[in-house]
């Protein structure tokens, strides 16, 4: 089975972006956390992908569902 598309909000030497599942490079570098978090968001909403948050050190701190879940929760 595939893996689901994901859009990764990753720290880099010269501040914060976002990278594609598959991707070598960031497509935007933005000065703060948050302000790539917001563009990452928007990128996986709009691609109905998985948006993967890591803090400073490269530890993921959370991941969030914008696409066809393969897990949804039990409800």
């Known amino acids: 089975m595939a893996q689901p598309k994901q859009i990764h909000t990753v720290h880099r030497p ?4 976002n990278i594609s599942s598959g991707a070598t ?6 000065e703060t956390k948050i302000e ?12 109905k992908a ?4 890591h803090n400073i050190n490269g530890k993921i701190a959370s991941k ?3 696409g066809n879940d393969p897990n949804p ?3």
């Open 36 to 47: 790539a978090q917001s563009a990452g968001r928007q990128t996986a909403i709009n691609q």
């Open 73 to 75: 929760p039990r409800g």
């Open 25 to 30: 490079k960031v497509s935007k570098i933005f």
């Open 14 to 17: 010269n501040g914060w972006g």
């Open 50 to 53: 998985e948006h993967v948050i």
């Open 64 to 66: 969030n569902s914008y």
